[in-house]
């Protein structure tokens, strides 16, 4: 059945790359779970926890904005790797409820979509690993791009910036990334 | 399926026929829709990409000449030649290296030149010549602003001129003026280097180029950072605020051939019968007029300046003279310089303590090549010699980091083995931040006192912010030790020499994959055996200035070098330290000592680099350090960062009235760098930056310094891929389904007929 041939290996393709593009959403959801239980086992222990044997990284804190239901746990740094099981805390950069600016960047097609539906006012809290709570208020956001992000890190005061790429539904990246400052309105509970 | 619409079909023959040619010609027209909405896409995607903008903008051929077209008159000079010579006589314990670059101007311009050139990290810089047709004219040391005035003064006036500035210590730069049309200009600078001395084996190493550093981004506090051009210029925390006078422009090696051809000579008068000689990196030739001498040229005659010349030696004996005392009278002081090898500390029964290491690898783009694969060998040789018993951490860095581990782990078969996949897949590209990968290596956080806690770090070293590390280590160092690693065929030395001084460690050149496990095994030797510790030195009856002041723990095979200052030469020297747990101590008669050369320099030379060090650990302030050094320089004709050696021909050249033009000369990439992993990636010039220097080409007269970008954070790339590929998956199904609805029609037509 020679005419078969070609829509079969096209369909197979086809499968093939949706595939390829469904695991990443799989993988980032699925990652989400173990880093939830890693994170919670560290903010017991105190200590650093690996959500699975073989990561070359570990969370390091969670990202919660009650208002629209999100939840997301943050990873140490921003490589490629980590960022497709999690947002990635910028390491340059201080940790959360520090004096200076402490930036978190994640996909917007995973994690971070939900910053598309974060107004400004609402209401950001920030668990450390060490069970410390900060909570922050949205208060601007911006569009930038990837190297003049117009953030200074010596600030004095105590900022958060949540980092994705921008334009939201681009099927492309590009060099635009939408930030979303959020300044320390005091220690959460 | 297929038998279903085979009965549908015989059921009602041309009405089937009807719904699929209608269902065929509705999922053609999706499709094409589809299609031509992904050609759409995929045509804004070059405008989007900031990888492909990047790229294009930092190729340094339009980026580098642009900063070239700035000088002077607005127009690139033709290229002026440079050939270079280098002869070294090595006299016992010292090497004196005289280095002659000759300038030729085929154009019919006159012109001024600058080049950018490295020199040996220790050396101390004392004479300029420059030779216009059979007059010499030796320059003189002077204060370095005062230097640059006569120049600048001379260069007017239309008189030859050339001064010889220090950008960093093994950093230098040559400025000559006044070159006519079709005119050949010599310029000589000499210095004096102390032999180094490794166990049985002694060496000497010539750099030739300066590998392209790179230079962070600088943070630039309280500023607007609106794009109206004001916020330039308010900036004061610059990481490398001479970033211009560091970076020469680099040829493509794949689009020019290698220039700065290099003839060096070596006259090796060892004093003591000679066993192997040997150039690590170059093919050369040796003769031996007797058993103690050598001299050693290229063999094919010349070579590009594109790595370091690197010659090593041993004696014929067994073993290596363990004392060398040398003296030099200058003025109304003697000098003294000493090298002690103790003996090794014997193997005690008791373990040695287990260790805790930290191992960084830089990946960035400067290690692209040859250099990624002789740091992983390297990493890979040390992961294999770690004891069940140590602990040990993996951290790699580019302009990103990561490290391997939370914590430090111990060092069994499973985590070595995920370190060492972790290292086998590393790639060189990025950026090269050093500070965040030493201060992660640094951070001491399991504490455990009854380990001994040893960074190795290896890299190339191609930055320009040095000061920034060694503030970083000295803040941080605590007890960990550092052990620096310098790879490929270029490094910065001087970077290595003071890392490993500041972190009171010791350091090893690694230049070829051949020389990785001799070397890191001698390194090895260093990690794994307790080291010279509680050494002093105390002369008897002379009052002596003493460089290094406190003297640092020695390690296996290295000596310990000391130079001094005597008001006489009488009494004896007494070094006492502790080998492992056993006192030892060494007398040695001063009278015995032998007459060496340039031995006030290398004193001065050292006690300048103590002075840094100093001003570097908070205990001396910068002003008594500029203080301390000028005087130094000043007494002992040296170049420093603060005094330069400047000649100047008394007759002028130049008639009134023609202009002078500036040609930067440009300098070869290292052998073995990857010129696109350097520059086509490397954010030295941003975007707006480019858009400042370009505007500045239109306008000749107002050449300002490079803008800087105020901005240190970079963000992350954050989309994935995977909304294209799940469309474009989708569209291929589509495809595929309407092919097969197609040829079934066909079929069920050609059936029909």
């Not at chain 1, 390829?20 to 880093?35: P, S, T, V």
């Not at chain 1, 222990?45 to 969370?59: E, F, I, L, M, Y």
């Not at chain 2, 589809?34 to 050609?39: G, H, I, M, P, Q």
């Not at chain 2, 609805?741 to 066909?746: C, K, M, W």
């Amino acid at each position: 059945m020679p005419r078969l041939i070609s829509p079969l290996v096209l369909a197979l393709v086809g499968t093939i790359l949706f595939g390829d593009g469904a695991y990443i959403h799989a993988k980032a959801w699925l990652a989400q779970m173990l880093l939830e239980r890693a994170f919670d086992r560290s903010v017991a222990t105190g200590q650093p926890v690996k959500p699975w044997s073989w990561a070359d990284t570990w969370p390091v804190a969670r990202i919660e904005v009650k208002r629209i239901g999100a939840s997301t746990i943050v990873l140490e740094g921003t490589s490629g790797q980590a960022l497709a099981f999690g947002p990635g805390h910028l390491h340059q950069t201080v940790d959360a409820g520090e004096r200076g600016v402490a930036i978190y960047a994640a996909h917007r097609d995973t994690h971070f979509r939900f910053l598309r539906d974060v107004a400004i006012g609402d209401v950001i809290d920030v668990t450390r690993s060490d069970g410390k709570r900060f909570r922050y208020r949205a208060d601007s956001s911006a569009i930038v791009r990837f190297d003049a992000s117009g953030i200074d890190p010596a600030t004095q005061d105590f900022e958060l910036v949540l980092a994705t790429c921008w334009p939201f539904d681009a099927v492309t990246s590009g060099a635009e990334r939408y930030l979303l400052h959020a300044t320390l309105i005091g220690d959460g509970e | 399926m297929s038998n279903y619409d085979t009965v549908d079909s015989n059921e009602h023959p041309w009405l089937g026929r009807l719904v699929k040619v209608g269902l065929f010609l509705l999922a053609q027209g999706i499709a094409v829709l589809l299609v031509s909405f992904v050609a759409l896409l995929v045509s804004f995607a070059p405008g989007w990409s900031a990888a492909t903008e990047q790229a294009s903008l930092l190729q340094p051929g339009d980026a580098k000449s642009g900063s070239l077209l700035l000088k002077d008159d607005g127009a690139y000079i033709e290229a002026i030649r440079l050939g270079i010579d280098i002869d070294i006589t090595v006299s016992g314990p010292t090497l004196r290296t005289r280095v002659t670059q000759v300038f030729r101007n085929p154009t019919k311009d006159w012109v001024e030149a600058t080049y950018v050139y490295p020199l040996a990290t220790d050396g101390a810089v004392d004479t300029l010549k420059m030779v216009v047709g059979d007059r010499i004219i030796v320059g003189d040391i002077k204060e370095r602003q005062q230097a640059r005035a006569i120049y600048e003064q001379a260069r007017r006036n239309g008189q030859k001129a050339a001064l010889t500035e220090q950008e960093r210590p093994n950093i230098f730069t040559n400025s000559v003026a006044n070159i006519g049309p079709g005119e050949t200009l010599l310029v000589q600078i000499e210095y004096q280097e102390p032999v180094h001395q490794s166990g049985n084996e002694y060496s000497l190493r010539v750099p030739l180029v300066v590998g392209p550093r790179y230079n962070p981004a600088p943070i630039v506090q309280s500023v607007d950072f609106r794009k109206d051009g004001s916020g330039w210029g308010a900036t004061n925390s610059d990481p490398v605020p001479d970033r211009d006078r560091i970076s020469p422009p680099v040829l493509d090696p794949a689009k020019n051939a290698p220039i700065n051809p290099t003839s060096i000579t070596v006259h090796l008068k060892a004093g003591y019968a000679l066993a192997e000689v040997k150039s690590h990196h170059h093919n050369v030739k040796i003769e031996s007029p007797d058993s103690t001498t050598r001299v050693v040229t290229l063999a094919d005659g010349t070579v590009p300046a594109d790595r370091d010349f690197e010659l090593t030696w041993k004696p014929a004996a067994e073993k290596a003279p363990s004392v060398g005392l040398f003296r030099e009278h200058v003025g109304d002081a003697d000098y003294l310089l000493a090298f002690v090898t103790p003996p090794a500390a014997e193997q005690t029964a008791q373990k040695p303590l287990p260790r805790e290491v930290a191992f960084v690898i830089d990946n960035s783009g400067s290690m692209g090549g040859t250099s990624i694969e002789q740091a992983k060998a390297s990493l890979l040789y040390a992961l294999g010699r770690l004891q069940p018993n140590d602990r040990f951490n993996v951290i790699r860095f580019d302009d990103t980091m990561d490290v391997l581990f939370p914590t430090s782990v111990p060092a069994d078969t499973a985590h070595v083995g995920e370190a060492t996949s972790f290292v086998g897949a590393l790639q060189a590209r990025g950026g090269t931040e050093m500070v965040p990968a030493m201060r992660a290596a640094l951070t001491d956080k399991i504490g455990d006192t009854n380990m001994v806690r040893q960074i190795v770090f290896l890299t190339d070293g191609a930055i320009g912010n040095e000061q920034q590390l060694f503030e970083t280590i000295t803040a941080m160092r605590g007890r960990s030790r550092i052990f620096m690693v310098g790879i490929g065929s270029a490094p910065n030395t001087y970077l290595m020499t003071r890392a490993s001084e500041l972190g009171r460690g010791a350091f090893t050149h690694i230049g070829s994959v051949e020389q990785v496990e001799e070397r890191m095994r001698g390194l090895f030797a260093k990690l794994e055996n307790p080291a010279v510790t509680g050494l002093t030195a105390k002369f008897s009856d002379a009052k002596a200035d003493v460089t290094p002041a406190i003297i640092p723990d020695i390690y296996r095979d290295e000596p310990l070098v000391l130079a001094a200052k005597l008001d006489k030469l009488a009494g004896s020297l007494e070094i006492k330290g502790r080998v492992g747990d056993r006192p030892w101590s060494v007398t040695l008669p001063l009278q015995n000592a032998a007459e060496g050369k340039g031995l006030s320099k290398l004193w001065a030379r050292r006690k300048i680099g103590d002075a840094e060090v100093a001003r570097t650990l908070h205990e001396m302030t910068p002003e008594d350090t500029d203080k301390t050094i000028l005087a130094l320089a000043l007494d002992h004709q040296i170049v420093t960062r603060l005094t330069s050696l400047v000649a100047i021909d008394k007759t002028p050249s130049r008639p009134e009235g023609q202009p002078l033009k500036l040609s930067e000369l440009p300098i070869n990439l290292p052998a073995g760098w990857d010129f696109a992993k350097v520059f086509g990636e490397r954010p030295q010039l941003t975007p707006t930056q480019l858009r400042e220097r370009r505007v500045d080409a239109g306008q000749p007269a107002a050449r300002r310094l490079a803008p800087v970008t105020p901005d240190a954070i970079r963000l992350p790339k954050t989309a994935t891929s995977a909304e294209l590929k799940m469309i474009a998956g989708l569209i291929m199904i589509v495809l595929a389904l309407i092919l097969f609805v197609f040829n079934r029609r066909q079929h069920l037509l050609t059936d029909a007929a």
